[in-house]
């Protein structure tokens, strides 16, 4: 979802038949836009859950970029598709790298050091793609690949806050979770 916090299509789907009635479910960040009406109070039993998401993997239509961001040595992340947009700016496609300038106790900042405006098609849509708000100064990464030493892959999802120490573009990571 928009703020990382479900790591599995089975959460979402979870949320929604649950959301009204279920305590664990944070507050909404902007309660006047949620959908009382259609959802939070599906009434669905685990094995309809389980149901809906089994079908729901079957759509796709085959399309991966394939390149996905990626947590490199040194503490380098690529980010090949980034979408960014603001309230009043047109979205635009970047490819983005940041490098990790520090490891302070409970504080990870990282520096843009490459960020290139990419022109793609007009009919070419990416979803799930990392996504910039120019107006919030969040960065999310749904999906971000880290290779380790030993030949294991694994994948999580990541938030970052912009910050702006002395004029840099500079991203403090916020939170993440490994998928499931």
């Known amino acids: 979802m928009h703020n990382g916090v479900f790591t599995s299509l089975r959460e979402v789907v979870d ?3 649950t959301r009204d009635i279920d305590g664990k479910w944070p507050k909404p960040e902007i309660a006047a836009t949620m959908n009382t009406e259609e959802l939070g109070n599906l009434g669905l039993s685990d094995q ?3 149901d809906i998401v089994a079908f729901m993997r079957t759509l796709s239509d085959g399309y991966e970029s394939g390149e996905h961001a990626k947590i490199e040595s040194a503490g380098a992340i690529n980010l090949p598709y980034v979408r960014i947009e ?4 047109a979205s635009k496609i970047y490819s983005v790298r940041m490098e990790q300038i520090t490891a302070e106790q ?3 900042l990282y520096h843009v050091t490459q960020l290139k405006e990419l022109s793609l098609a007009d009919d070419v849509y990416l ?10 100064g969040i960065l999310e990464i749904p999906a971000i690949k880290k290779e380790h030493e030993n030949g294991k892959q694994s994948t999580y999802v990541a938030q970052f ?3 702006t120490p002395n004029g840099n573009l500079v991203f403090e990571l916020n939170y993440y979770k490994e998928w499931q």
């Not at 603001?86 to 700016?89: E, L, P, R, T, W």
């Not at 979803?127 to 919030?136: A, C, E, K, Q």
């Open 127 to 136: 979803n799930d793609i990392p996504y910039y708000s120019l107006d919030t």
């Open 106 to 108: 409970n504080s990870l």
């Open 48 to 50: 309809e859950v389980d």
């Open 161 to 163: 806050k912009q910050t």
């Open 86 to 89: 603001g309230q009043d700016v």
């Open 15 to 17: 949320f929604y038949n």
